[in-house]
């Protein structure tokens, strides 16, 4: 049991750290309770889509499309990252509400797919430690997987928000938060091959 623990630990470690990074950009961003709800939601989502795409890989069900096609969704943080980069200083306060109902969904539903997005690593992880598992074994390192998405953004939203680093990311966001989500997309389009599939159509 505790060897199928540490594994657990080690190996959503090793795949997940990247997701730091993305986590401070969007706790420094969000400024309300329902919004941060909206932000580790999108975790546990996608956390939970790439670990049903695993198992069903590791039971031999094959549903998981070709990594170019997964490399697709790099055009998510390409797009956050534009919008960031050309959105307008201040929205009038009368849509404040309106707004902040939209932005929920949207914070949901953004999170959710940049964590597929970056998860091709832990796809490639996950499926052979997956298929070397017993049923129970599963069990016990999905619960410290979950239990480790918690962790992960209860330590993300407190390092948002030192006061050093939440202001250095308000005062530079026009330049930090596009750099960072288009590189991000630019990197999964490139791992996943998808720059060099749209290449050949053109041989």
């Known amino acids: 049991m505790m060897t199928t623990i540490l594994t657990a630990i080690?190996?959503?470690?090793?795949?997940s750290v990247d997701y730091l990074i993305i986590l401070l950009i969007f706790f420094s961003q969000e400024n309300s309770k329902r919004q941060m709800k909206g932000v580790v939601w999108g975790q546990y989502l996608g956390t939970t889509a790439l670990i049903v795409i695993s198992l069903l890989a590791a039971f031999g069900l094959?549903?998981?499309?070709?990594?170019?096609?997964?490399?697709?969704?790099?055009?998510?943080?390409?797009?956050?990252?534009?919008?960031?980069?050309?959105?307008?200083?201040?929205?009038?306060?009368?849509?404040?509400?309106?707004?902040?109902?939209?932005?929920?969904?949207?914070?949901?539903?953004?999170?959710?797919?940049?964590?597929?997005?970056?998860?091709?690593?832990?796809?490639?992880?996950?499926?052979?430690?997956?298929?070397?598992?017993?049923?129970?074994?599963?069990?016990?390192?999905?619960?410290v997987f979950y239990i480790l998405v918690a962790a992960l953004c209860f330590a993300s939203y407190r390092l948002a928000n030192f006061k050093y680093l939440r202001e250095t990311i308000e005062r530079y966001e026009r330049i930090i938060v596009p750099v960072v989500l288009i590189g991000l997309g630019i990197a999964i389009l490139s791992e996943n091959g998808t720059f060099a599939a749209f290449a050949g159509l053109f041989r």
């Open 62 to 143: 094959s549903f998981i499309p070709q990594d170019w096609v997964i490399g697709l969704l790099g055009m998510v943080p390409i797009a956050l990252g534009l919008r960031v980069a050309f959105k307008k200083e201040k929205e009038p306060e009368e849509d404040e509400v309106i707004d902040s109902a939209r932005k929920y969904r949207s914070v949901v539903l953004s999170m959710t797919l940049l964590t597929i997005a970056s998860g091709g690593d832990n796809i490639g992880v996950y499926v052979p430690l997956f298929s070397s598992l017993t049923p129970p074994n599963i069990f016990v390192t999905l619960v």
């Open 10 to 15: 080690a190996t959503y470690v090793a795949t």
